[in-house]
């Protein structure tokens, strides 16, 4: 075959605790190949006559994922949508997330050689350690102004998040059907974004009673601490892959341990696969650009401190909101996954752009350097405007990060290129974090900001939709699970016909 091989390490995965049913279902019944073997899943238990998914079912995990995921990250995104992590001066906070991002997308590069070595229930308890030091730094910060311990938590924050992100992608997107995909991702960023609106309740309500440009007190760094360390805690929970059963009887399986060295090759490989994946990285490259703009420049420059933390607490809905409604959207079951891909674009196109025309009124009333006359507070009628504008930012990044992880798992099934392909995202998003913090560290213009913001955004998009065209077909033709030693190293990546 003239196909690119990806370099896996020798050895099946332990399947001992196969239980008997060797017969194949047809296609036309399961999202499995004829030949797959198929296993008994758990059958969870029954609680007051309700029943319950069993503790290794895809649903039961990708809700426990989703849970750590919302304690940690979750907690991060409330304390940075405070602006400047919740200090006057975004400073020393623009600083520490440019460290951050940095050093996330280098460790992003490896991270997945870390992950399929430690598994993911350690990396995800590593993460949320790492976050939690942010926070703790920050608390710190409070009280002696030492900016190297908020350095040295945004170090240790970005390992922690090439290590969790990475976890996460990995799992998420391989523990659902194929035809199961939309929903599953909505379910994880539907009820992240959910925790997140109850825990933006915490910076909101401690802090209720300023109503200058004040810092987040101790209580609000304390309470973010702890749910984070609880994120750790609940990793704990996160249960071994290759135990876990599908509802068709197939068996989810992770990429096995791989070397640094055969990580690079397979990033080679992966996309001389699909070098259609290029035109994604503008995207993944825009990902997080919004943060220092919308968080530091809008919230921070035109509200007071209880306001910013109230309209936080709405722009984690609007994001809850939308990655629910678009998750549906992209989980028809009576439109073909290619309109549905088509569907899905339109909407957040139309959607970016016409929040970004809205945009452009407060951003010509803001001038970097020139804080505005009066803050605005919740009580006063001019900012019922700003803040609905702040939500439907939250709802762009809602649908953005949906949106994202869809067309990854609509590419392939396969774990192993899955997580190149996170991989990629989570590397590039972190890189312009990086450039763009440091950008409004140096005072860049607010208008040159949110220029930059809405030109990537469209721009970016424009290059998905040839992905869409190319690439996005009606089923994905490598199989779940390809790794298990059912199919050969030429089948997993050979390239499929345009």
């Known amino acids: 075959m003239n196909a690119a091989n990806i370099d896996r390490t020798a050895g099946s995965i332990d399947l001992d605790t196969k239980e008997a049913s060797q017969v194949a279902p047809s296609a036309e019944d399961y999202d499995v190949a004829e030949t797959e073997e198929l296993y008994v899943r758990p059958k969870g238990a029954k609680i007051l006559g309700i029943q319950f998914p069993a503790y290794r079912s895809p649903i039961v995990q990708t809700l426990i994922i989703t849970l750590v995921h919302s304690l940690v990250v979750g907690m991060f995104n409330v304390l940075s949508a405070l602006g400047g992590g919740g200090q006057v001066d975004p400073t020393t906070s623009n600083n520490s997330s440019t460290i951050l991002y940095a050093i996330f997308a280098v460790f992003a590069l490896f991270s997945g050689s870390v992950c399929n070595y430690f598994g993911p229930r350690i990396t995800l308890v590593a993460g949320g350690i790492g976050y939690s030091l942010l926070t703790a730094s920050y608390w710190s910060y409070n009280h002696n102004k030492s900016q190297g311990f908020v350095y040295f938590g ?25 035809k199961d995909k939309g929903r599953y991702i909505s379910i994880f960023y539907g009820v992240s974004f959910f ?195 702040y939500v439907f930012y939250g709802c762009v990044d809602g649908a953005w990060q949906t949106f994202a992880w869809w067309i990854i798992g609509s590419l392939s099934n396969d774990p192993l290129v899955l997580s190149i392909y996170s991989a990629f995202y989570k590397v590039f998003g972190a890189a312009g974090a990086a450039i763009v913090f440091s950008l409004d560290n140096k005072k860049t213009p607010y208008q040159d900001m949110f220029g930059s913001y809405w030109g990537l955004i469209s721009g970016s998009m424009v ?36």
Not at 160 to 178: D, K, N, R, V, Y
């Open 154 to 178: 945004g170090a240790m924050c970005g390992i922690a998040a090439a290590f969790l992100w990475t976890a996460e992608g990995a799992l998420i997107m391989s523990l659902p059907l194929e």
């Open 195 to 389: 925790i997140t609106v109850i825990g933006a309740i915490i910076p909101t309500a401690e802090n209720w009673g300023v109503k200058t440009a004040g810092s987040a007190n101790d209580q609000t760094y304390i309470a973010l601490f702890v749910l984070m360390v609880m994120g750790s805690v609940v990793a704990c929970f996160v249960a071994k892959p290759e135990t876990i059963v599908r509802n068709d009887g197939s068996r989810v399986l992770i990429p096995q341990q791989t070397t640094f060295m055969r990580e690079l090759k397979n990033v080679g490989l992966a996309i001389k696969r699909e070098p259609y994946i290029i035109l994604f990285f503008p995207y993944s490259f825009a990902g997080l650009w919004y943060i220092p703009y919308q968080s530091n420049d809008y919230n921070g420059y035109f509200f007071d401190l209880r306001t910013r933390g109230f309209g936080s607490l709405w722009y984690d809905f609007g994001q809850f909101f939308m990655a629910v409604f678009l998750g549906f959207l992209l989980d028809l079951k009576f439109l073909s996954r290619r309109k549905r891909a088509f569907l899905g674009w339109t909407f957040l196109f139309v959607l970016a752009n016409a929040v970004f025309i809205a945009g452009v009124f407060p951003m010509r009333k803001s001038h970097r350097g020139v804080p505005p006359k009066e803050l605005l507070d919740v009580n006063d009628s001019r900012a019922a405007g700003y803040i609905t504008l």
């Open 463 to 498: 290059l998905v939709l040839f992905i869409i065209v190319k690439r996005v077909s009606d089923t994905t033709e490598t199989p779940d699970n390809s790794f298990a030693g059912n199919h050969t190293q030429e089948e997993v990546l050979e390239k499929p016909e345009v």
